[in-house]
């Protein structure tokens, strides 16, 4: 034997059913359904339908709690973030600084030994001939230079 379907009338004040009609509508589902949905809904979940509001009141507090972590957040990396970056970036161009400073050390370094060798040379240069003391001069030079230059290379490596 078959079942009939049976019906049941709930009568709601007006307003309410104005708005179960207009959400049942924007959910594309008939009036039946969105109540059997949200009659299911509440039984499933275990909300209690009466205190609905104080979880709306729930929301707004959670609302309100997540503003404040924000505004925390926000105060904490312009207290502290911040300025630790900028901190950070000012020690980076000090380095900068300090390494340019060594190199220039070294340069002026290599400077000075290519001057001692030109002064050693030029001493030299009072006992030979003058196409001696450049070749002697040119010899000492390229070796410097090629010291100079793989030390530099070894460096940046």
């Known amino acids: 034997m078959e079942e009939k379907e049976t019906r ?21 589902m008939s009036m039946k359904d969105f109540i059997a949905n949200s009659c299911l809904y509440v039984l499933r979940s275990g909300i209690d339908p009466s205190k609905v509001e104080k979880q709306e009141g729930l929301d707004k507090e959670m609302a309100k709690m997540r503003s404040q972590i924000f505004g925390f957040m926000k105060k904490q990396e312009i207290d502290f973030v911040k300025p630790m970056a900028q901190a950070m970036q000012e020690v980076r161009i000090r380095i900068n600084e300090i390494e340019n400073t060594q190199k220039a050390i070294q340069l002026l370094a290599f400077k000075n030994k290519i001057m001692q060798e030109i002064q050693l040379s030029a001493s030299y240069k009072l006992s030979n001939n003058d196409e001696d003391f450049i070749k002697n001069l040119s010899h000492k030079m390229q070796i410097i230079f090629d010291e100079e230059i793989e030390k530099f290379t070894n460096e940046m490596r």
């Not at 179960?20 to 509508?25: A, F, H, N, P, V």
């Open 8 to 28: 049941t009338v709930i009568k709601v004040e007006k307003p309410l059913k104005l708005r179960i009609e207009k959400r049942s509508k924007e959910l594309d």
